[in-house]
């Protein structure tokens, strides 16, 4: 990972390295939240969140189902 932004309220991109030679589409990506999220969604496609970048991941950290802000560790394999 080289970069990360927040988004908006729960919603996270993480930049992956171009030089990692990780093709994002085929990945498993995993997330874990800590403390009070119940739960993370990743997404390893271009999307409108993170501006449609290939090298992107979308994280999003749910409380109840609601976006909401959390740290999260991720993995991509």
Do not use: Q
Request: with cysteine.
């Amino acid at each position: 990972m080289v970069d990360s932004f927040k988004v908006a309220e729960g919603l996270y991109c993480v930049i992956v390295d171009p030089n990692a030679g990780i093709n994002l589409s085929n990945a498993l990506i995993l997330a874990n939240t800590g403390g009070h999220a119940s739960n993370a969604v990743t997404i390893g496609r271009p999307n409108s969140s993170c501006d449609y970048r290939r090298d992107a991941i979308t994280v999003v950290t749910l409380r109840d189902n609601i976006p909401a802000n959390a740290g999260f560790e991720l993995a991509v394999l």
